[in-house]
């Protein structure tokens, strides 16, 4: 793993193509219904929806966004990777910091710290400062 991003030779592919980032959110759309689809709305239906799934209150529920899963990756190495694939003639920073933008690790795409999926995992985000620390706890030989 180099450190060179240049050119995003390093980063996950989903970052630096738009047509495999939107293939990959369908699929977590469609098998871990990741929504919704625009936060600032109440939708009241898809927050029921979880809280019946994970037997938790609605208000419950709705802390258990991306933005705190573990699987969401925010170090400065993936944003650098997202500013790229947006390119340079946009205005890449401020749309990661408007959607606040991250890298979903389960699903390889790029995801907004304020939705949520049935994937959700407590202990995020990812802020990279741990890296190289991941699997620690997995004996050699252990089964999953």
Do not use: H
């Amino acid at each position: 793993e180099g450190e060179d991003m240049e050119g995003g030779e390093n980063c996950p592919m989903p970052t630096q193509d738009i047509t495999l980032n939107l293939k990959n959110r369908a699929k977590a759309i469609t098998s871990a219904a990741y929504g919704p689809e625009n936060p600032k709305l109440p939708n009241e239906a898809f927050w029921r929806k979880k809280s019946d799934q994970w037997d938790i209150s609605i208000v419950d529920a709705k802390k258990s966004l991306c933005g705190n899963c573990a699987a969401f990756n925010v170090s400065d190495k993936i944003k650098q990777c997202i500013a790229q694939g947006i390119g340079m003639e946009a205005d890449p920073w401020g749309t990661i910091k408007l959607a606040d933008l991250g890298y979903c690790e389960i699903f390889d795409f790029k995801c907004a710290a304020s939705r949520t999926c049935d994937a959700w995992v407590v202990g995020g985000p990812n802020t990279g400062e741990q890296e190289g620390e991941e699997g620690e706890d997995y004996e050699e030989g252990e089964e999953e």
